[in-house]
């Protein structure tokens, strides 16, 4: 009878240590309506079906510069983030009132700025926007930060020139349906869900408002973070064609202090499972090993993503 105490003792502590070993990991993604909920949503369940002893969930947020401070208190582990806003908190700039000690794991694709207004609303080109009203994006979003810098380009002084709202894209989308808002800006993959959703709604026609012009003073001012984009004719119902636009690139980042083989262990589950998370959302498509190599970030690699793509032939710097 003592003995098979012993065991049961034994077996009992072997299951609550097993228990504590569970690596529990939470993924800041961005508002319902945009691309990186549902792809991070799709990445928490493939970690948490195939990293042992994982625990993963895909969290709301307003975006990259939320994900990025919640990345800095550790209430993150994996942050998704636009390329200008991570430069901005790793060199403790703009929105940033400290560096953030943080590394890049996986490029994963280009975000297309997204100007969208509709039929009827007087605006025709981004000079159209002066005295407007218009969405530019959540707080601590990094579309927030895109779109200003691209009103600024433009000599559209946005706390002067418009009036500025500042939505999650649901609820931009919303409100430029019930003309509450004339146009809003938004930074994602395509197709961009709430897009579509204006696209589809009788009455309504989309309407994308060519951008590209903003590059080269985006660029001497802010380098080269940003680059020229296409988002193809009847990517959207009634888009008839070409919208001339700003990308930049959407990246995976954690805290500097994340362990290596954790993060080689993380990449080489969603590289090893990666249809899975394309069948969530096609922008997912765009994180190749080769794109590793050539796509924009700004934050230095962590070791353990180095090694990862090393071992899969790929440089990154």
Known sequence: MKLMLVTILAALGLANAAYGQQTRLSISTGGTGGVWYPMGGAMANVLSKHLPGAAVTAEVTGGSVANINLLNSKKSDIAFSMVDAAWDGFHGTGKFKEKVPMRTIAVVHPLVMHVVTAEGRGIETMAD?????????????????????????????????????????????????????????????????????????????????????????????????????????RSYSGQ??????????????????????????????????????????????????????????????????????????????
Request: hydrophobic share 45%; proline share 5%.
């Open 129 to 233: 926007f002066k005295g407007k009203r218009i969405s530019t994006g959540s707080p601590g979003s990094g579309t927030e930060v895109m779109a200003l810098r691209i009103l600024e380009a433009f000599g559209i002084n946005p706390d002067k020139d418009v009036v500025r709202e500042r939505l999650g894209v649901s609820d931009a989308a919303n409100a430029l349906k019930d003309r509450k808002i004339d146009a809003f800006m938004h930074a994602a993959g395509v197709p961009l869900p709430a897009v579509t959703d204006v696209a589809a709604s009788p009455g309504t026609r989309v309407k994308l408002v060519d951008h590209a012009g903003a590059l080269k003073a985006m660029a001497t001012k802010y380098g080269p973070i940003y680059a020229a984009g296409t988002i193809p004719a």
């Open 240 to 317: 008839e064609k070409d919208n001339r636009t700003i990308n930049v690139w959407g990246v995976l980042f954690v805290h500097e202090s994340m362990d290596e083989k954790l993060v080689y262990d993380i990449l080489k589950t969603l590289f090893d499972r990666h249809k899975d998370i394309v069948i969530a959302h096609r922008e997912a498509a765009s994180m190749t090993l080769e794109n590793q190599a050539i796509g924009a970030t700004a934050v230095p690699w962590h070791p353990g993503a180095v090694k990862y793509f090393a071992d899969r032939g790929v440089t990154v710097k």
